[in-house]
């Protein structure tokens, strides 16, 4: 089993920034994607941006060039740095882990961009 729980939503203004984290527990090994998804009322879930844990990165074309994930494989937490946020990009964002047959969701977290 694998927990993630996510941290870091909130409120932000146009043009501003937020960092998300989520932190991962449980029985992990090599080999697994990390990403983080979002979610808006009616809508499906998407894809925002994904990282292997041997270092490869992908990203919506909505968010390129404005949002950035790492992860610190020690600490077993992946984040999501949000730069020019804009209010299309309000949503929940949730932080799944992929291994294989393996998949895990976070609880969830705010994201709201309004002025």
């Known amino acids: 089993q694998v927990q993630l729980v996510e941290s870091g939503g909130g409120l932000v203004q146009p043009g501003g920034s937020l960092r998300l984290s989520c932190a991962v527990s449980g029985s992990i090994f090599s080999g697994n994607i990390m990403g983080w998804h979002r979610q808006v009322p009616g809508k499906q879930r998407e894809l925002v941006a994904s990282?292997?844990?041997?270092?490869?990165?992908a990203y919506a074309d909505s968010v390129k060039d404005r949002f950035t994930i790492s992860r610190d494989n020690a600490k077993n937490t992946v984040y999501l740095q949000m730069n020019s946020l804009k209010p299309e990009d309000t949503a929940v964002y949730y932080c799944?882990?992929?291994?294989?047959?393996?998949?895990?969701w976070g609880q969830g977290t705010q994201v709201t961009v309004s002025s």
């Open positions: 799944n882990f992929l291994q294989g047959v393996r998949n895990f």
């Open positions: 990282s292997h844990s041997g270092g490869r990165t």
